[in-house]
């Protein structure tokens, strides 16, 4: 324990849990979506008295099948599971079939292991760097999952919800008044620009998982950083998508998710939401 007192050994015991916490995320962003498509498939043949008996199903979680590459499903070795080392190590391809690793588990394993570092140096060694890195942790994979999915697991976005608010209980990031109100708004908020936006134009321009994204963001750090957390959320938005758009990666009419900005400014107003509303409003009046 006196070693641990030492910053140096705390900021690598806490880099060393956030690549495992990261690899554990790699995993949970590939996996739950194809959980929840199966779950849906099943719900959906109970419904109508079907059930497809000629396509063979195994045990699909997070735990089984253990960890293999998806191409020759050989079982992945010690070396091939080591957080980021091991992407390293082989050079982004399998070692049995030589085919390439995606990148996105090297970058999720990455920005956890940042995350993890930057909740220590922000909140110090206390509950508060524990709990903003959970948060943090689960926008990492709600980024990730809506980015190739598009789709926020009410799985991630509900818990992240509530324990925004159990967590402001005592007033930790915002007093618990500013947070129900924040988890209010920010569900109420968004829905009314979804309903809006479909009447003026007839199309979705957003999914109901940024609604209850929107509202664990108010939960977490209360109701008056959330006009900034938007504004932030969609300047993001626009700039990356004009910038997809002018590259010809995308065309305009091409679906683009919401969740990645909003987790990002979610984020920055958990970590650095005051410092950032004193500067927007300081920029705001001109003095």
């Known amino acids: 324990m006196r070693l641990l007192a030492h910053p140096l050994a705390l900021y690598i015991l806490v880099l060393g849990l956030g690549a495992i916490i990261g690899s554990f ?62 992407f390293v190590a082989l050079r982004g391809r399998c070692r049995h079939c030589r085919a390439p690793i995606p990148p996105r588990y090297f970058l999720i394993e990455l920005v956890t292991t940042v995350a993890a570092a930057l909740s220590l140096a922000r909140f110090g060694a206390a509950p508060a760097a524990i709990l903003a890195f959970t948060a943090s942790a689960c926008l990492i994979a709600l980024t990730f999952i809506d980015w190739k999915e598009q789709l926020l697991p009410d799985v991630l976005t509900l818990p992240l919800l509530w324990l925004g608010l159990l967590v402001n209980i005592g007033g930790r990031f915002a007093s618990l008044e500013a947070a129900v109100i924040g988890a209010a708004s920010g569900y109420l ?32 750090v209360g109701w008056q950083l959330l006009p900034l957390l938007l504004l932030l959320a969609s300047l993001a938005g626009a700039v990356v998508g004009l910038t997809l758009i002018a590259l010809k990666r995308q065309g305009r009419s091409a679906p683009m998710p919401f969740g990645p900005y909003l987790a990002g400014a979610f984020w920055l107003a958990l970590f650095y939401g005051h410092p950032l509303l004193a500067t927007y409003l300081h920029l705001a009046h001109g003095r």
């Open 189 to 220: 908020s968004l829905w009314l620009i979804y309903h809006a936006f479909r009447l003026l134009t007839g199309k979705e321009g957003m999914g109901y998982g940024d609604f209850k994204l929107f509202a664990a963001a108010g939960a977490w």
């Open 25 to 86: 995320l790699s995993m949970l962003v590939y996996r739950l979506p194809i959980m929840l498509r199966r779950s849906w498939e099943e719900d959906c043949q109970a419904l109508t008295a079907r059930r497809e008996t000629d396509r063979p199903r195994g045990v699909f979680n997070l735990a089984l099948p253990p960890s293999h590459c998806p191409q020759c499903q050989t079982r992945l070795g010690w070396l091939e599971n080591i957080p980021l080392i091991g």
